[in-house]
């Protein structure tokens, strides 16, 4: 069984950065052995997967975010983050923690608002 909470949402200007954070609480398997994603969903658009990383530390990433987000993870915190740079209005959602192992689990969301 795992919980998921994120934190670290909020109002940026576009060219700003965030820093959200998805804290576990893991029972069975530890934190190490699941593969954590970031995803986000716009209002009116489908919920898509932002970044990804591997129980062993391989990340990947969607498109429009390459170069901007940073997805790592601390196991021994068992905390997962989402460095967000270069912020632009288009990343304006709400952003999903989610882990999976041999099922999947997800956070509430943060709410992540970029605008002038």
């Known amino acids: 069984q795992v919980q998921l909470v994120e934190s670290g949402g909020g109002l940026v200007q576009p060219g700003g950065s965030l820093r959200l954070s998805c804290a576990a609480s893991?029972?069975?398997?530890?934190?190490?052995?699941?593969?954590m994603a970031w995803y986000r969903q716009a209002p009116g658009e489908q919920r898509e997967q932002v970044a990804r990383i591997y129980s062993y530390g391989t990340t990947t990433y969607g498109g429009s975010v390459k170069g901007r987000f940073t997805i790592s993870r601390d196991n021994a915190k068992n905390t997962a983050y989402l460095q967000m740079n270069d912020l632009n209005p288009e990343d304006t959602a709400v952003y999903y923690c989610h882990a999976r192992r041999n099922q999947e689990y997800w956070g509430q969301g943060t709410q992540v608002t970029v605008s002038s």
């Open positions: 893991v029972s069975g398997s530890p934190f190490s052995a699941y593969t």
